[in-house]
């Protein structure tokens, strides 16, 4: 009977471990991401307004774009989870959705990071967390 246990238990161990990461959304680096933004400052006082984006270069893959999506703070990588990162493409942000700027046509909400009109992609984008203190958000993946 304490073998079945064993076996039992090594079974469901074994079972549990697998991998569920899509074999298809590889091609973002797990890069650190730890920034804050002060949303008094200018550059990014449109966020004070609902369902309002922007795009802070120079972090993540291909930048960050942070949404006022009115009740929360959302962070999202602004490089395409479907293809391989190039220089100069990234996510252009219109209302609450991002478009990949390289041709594919590629949109993202940036609501739910979710492929959008009925899109066969696979990944959807890759979300950073927002801890917000005041009037600063601190966007990190840590």
Same mark, same amino acid.
């Given at each position: 009977?304490?073998?079945?246990?064993?076996?039992?238990?090594?079974?469901?161990?074994?079972?549990?471990?697998?991998?569920?990461?899509?074999?298809?959304?590889?091609?973002?680096?797990?890069?650190?991401?730890?920034?804050?933004?002060?949303?008094?400052?200018?550059?990014?006082?449109?966020?004070?307004?609902?369902?309002?984006?922007?795009?802070?270069?120079?972090?993540?893959?291909?930048?960050?774009?942070?949404?006022?999506?009115?009740?929360?703070?959302?962070?999202?990588?602004?490089?395409?989870?479907?293809?391989?990162?190039?220089?100069?493409?990234?996510?252009?942000?219109?209302?609450?959705?991002? $478009?990949?700027? #390289? /041709?594919?046509? @590629?949109?993202?909400?940036?609501?739910? !990071?979710?492929? %959008?009109?009925? =899109? $066969?992609?696979? #990944? /959807?984008?890759? @979300?950073?967390?927002?801890?917000?203190? !005041?009037?600063? %958000?601190?966007? =990190?993946?840590?």
């Amino acid at each position: 009977m304490k073998s079945l246990k064993y076996i039992f238990c090594f079974t469901f161990l074994v079972a549990c471990s697998g991998n569920t990461e899509n074999e298809n959304c590889k091609f973002l680096l797990d890069i650190n991401v730890n920034t804050s933004i002060n949303l008094s400052l200018p550059q990014y006082s449109q966020l004070q307004f609902d369902t309002q984006s922007i795009y802070i270069p120079n972090f993540g893959n291909g930048g960050i774009i942070v949404t006022n999506a009115v009740t929360n703070y959302l962070a999202w990588d602004a490089s395409d989870p479907n293809h391989a990162p190039s220089s100069g493409c990234h996510l252009e942000i219109s209302g609450l959705e991002a $478009t990949c700027s #390289c /041709g594919d046509g @590629n949109t993202y909400s940036l609501i739910n !990071g979710q492929p %959008l009109n009925g =899109s $066969t992609l696979v #990944c /959807g984008l890759k @979300n950073y967390r927002i801890d917000k203190s !005041g009037n600063n %958000l601190l966007i =990190s993946n840590y």
